[in-house]
């Protein structure tokens, strides 16, 4: 019967402390996610900061500079976007009430934070060459031993991202089921941001270009009055062959032949004393970002090829198939790149000049304008080559 | 009376040639001059197979120098009828009087042509000879254009 009297006194106090624990969980939660926003918020700032500091890099053109930033930049990027899906995750597990979820998802937030600060730190010391270089050369240090998120960092980056990125994620930050450690993986070759790479046609100028700090495709058009088309359609075409080029285009009254860049200048020579030029446009355009960014691309898709390969060795054959898919998504994603980088490099080292032959139209204007002299309208082979006819 | 007759007759004689031509060209073998010449033209000459050589005497009011003529003929030939300045040379007439020779390329039809005009800048008159065919048919008559151009005499 006593025992009884304290069935209720039991029931009342459990649900208090029911009551007190939720209160303290929800509390925890916010807390949580306070700290969430903050990390977040550290982390727009730090990319921002590095955008601003690409950017001023870039309208210096100052390349090695580029290149560092940028790669920082991506990574941060990454980073951010990690620290977002996390976000996403806390705030469901606090919905939840899932402590131990919550848990985790902060300790991946800190670590993430800590990540942004490191890089934003590295960014800081993208000064000068020797400072960038030692970075480059500490980032592939690292390729064969990086922690497993950098290299999912490096599939985002090259936009070789499976369909499921969360098997791969897991499959990377895990490593496959079987063995505990990952074979050593090779570690690609040092590589300078504009290191040559093989000339596409072995052509001389081609490796050359690459290594020019400035890449400018130069391209020239010419209109040249309508006189002997053919032969000079033809001498065009043997002018860039004597000058190590090719013929890319031939038409009726137009041709586009490829000129070495270094002797681009005694093409446009030569060609003036062809025939008589009505227009001339000789134009440069600046590719050196988009290479720059290439090549980083490249650099990252490459050192993710050789990380899922390494993974690939002694995984599971479940976990195989994964990675197969995604190592052949990275293959393809590195021909691609390898083909945009190959046409760019031929745009930089040889020139484009296009000749077309075409006769001006007179304009209304112009009709108007010439000069009032009517014997100069009767000019001309027409009148000079009809003879009128004459009775005998 | 005998000396006025022949005071009369040199007077006539100046007169006609006052009054009548104020050049002097000759057709190269080969090419026949055509007697009714008909504007712009004042003389004619033409290959059996289809080259011409012309010449005509333009009046001028207007006071401008060979230069002048030149630039304009060559943006007329260029800019409007569509031409290719080939080659351009200073020259003199048979009575020494500068001049200046055009020489325009152009295409008809896939075919080409060369049209070559001499301006020599007189008293109030610009005398303007011309010479054209196809390419194959100037290469051909080269040398009796050449000549004929080179019999122009102003006067």
């Avoid at chain 1, 955008?51 to 980073?79: F, N, P, W």
């Avoid at chain 1, 690939?312 to 052949?328: C, N, P, R």
């Avoid at chain 2, 060209?25 to 090419?31: E, K, Q, R, S």
């Amino acid at each position: 019967m006593r025992a009884r009297r304290w069935i209720p006194v039991c029931l009342v106090t459990s649900l208090a402390l029911a009551a007190t624990s939720r209160a303290a969980q929800a509390g925890t939660g916010r807390e949580q996610e306070a700290f969430a926003d903050q990390a977040m918020a550290r982390m727009r700032e730090n990319a921002s900061e590095v955008r601003t500091r690409l950017g001023s890099a870039r309208s210096s053109r100052d390349v090695v500079r580029t290149l560092c930033l940028d790669s920082k930049l991506t990574q941060l990027e990454v980073v951010q976007r990690q620290a977002e899906d996390a976000r996403s995750t806390l705030r469901r597990a606090s919905l939840r009430e899932d402590m131990d979820a919550m848990a985790q998802v902060s300790a991946v937030l800190t670590r993430l934070d800590g990540r942004a600060k490191e890089l934003r730190s590295e960014a800081d010391r993208c000064v000068g060459e020797e400072l960038a270089f030692a970075a480059a050369r500490d980032e592939r240090k690292a390729v064969g031993q990086k922690e497993p998120e950098l290299v999912l960092e490096a599939l985002e980056v090259t936009g070789a991202t499976s369909e499921s990125p969360a098997t791969t994620r897991q499959l990377i930050t895990q490593g496959p089921a079987a063995p505990a450690t990952a074979p050593p993986v090779a570690t690609p070759p040092p590589s300078t941001p504009f290191a040559p790479t093989p000339a596409p046609s072995g052509s001389p100028y081609t490796a050359d270009t690459a290594h020019e700090a400035s890449m400018l495709a130069y391209s020239a058009d010419f209109t040249l009055a309508v006189f002997q088309v053919d032969k000079s359609l033809a001498s065009v075409e043997t002018l860039a062959r004597d000058l190590g080029g090719y013929l890319a285009q031939r038409g009726d009254a137009q041709i586009t032949v490829r000129v070495p860049r270094p002797r681009f200048d005694e093409a446009i020579a030569r060609l003036e004393k062809l025939g008589d030029i009505t227009h001339r446009n000789v134009s440069a355009e600046d590719v050196t970002d988009e290479y720059v960014d290439l090549e980083l691309r490249l650099k990252n898709a490459r050192a993710m090829r050789d990380q899922l390969a390494a993974l690939l060795k002694g995984a599971i054959v479940k976990d195989a198939v994964e990675i197969e898919k995604e190592l052949a998504k990275v293959t393809e994603v590195i021909e691609q790149i390898e083909g945009r980088l190959k046409v760019m490099r031929d745009k930089v080292g040889y020139s484009s000049i296009t000749v077309s032959f075409q006769a001006n139209a007179p304009s209304p204007v112009r009709t108007n304008a010439i000069l009032p002299f009517t014997w100069l309208d009767t000019m001309g082979l027409e009148p000079l080559l009809n003879v009128p006819k004459v009775s005998p | 009376m005998k000396r006025a007759v022949v005071v009369f007759a040199a007077l006539a004689l100046l007169g006609t040639a006052a009054c009548g031509r104020s050049y002097d060209v000759a057709a190269a073998p080969g090419f026949v001059k055509l007697e009714n010449t008909q504007p712009p033209y004042d003389w004619r000459a033409v290959a059996p197979d289809g080259v011409a050589v012309a010449m005509r005497v333009v009046p001028l009011e207007e006071r401008a120098d060979l230069a002048f003529w030149t630039h304009a003929v060559t943006l007329r030939m260029r800019e409007m009828n569509g031409y290719a300045l080939v080659d351009s040379r200073d020259v003199k007439s048979r009575d020494g009087t500068a001049g200046k020779e055009l020489v325009f390329g152009h295409d008809e039809s896939g075919k080409p042509f060369v049209y070559r005009v001499r301006l020599y800048l007189g008293e109030k008159r610009l005398f303007v000879v011309e010479a054209g065919g196809t390419k194959e048919q100037m290469d051909r008559y080269a040398a009796s254009v050449d000549w004929m151009l080179a019999t122009v005499k102003l006067m």
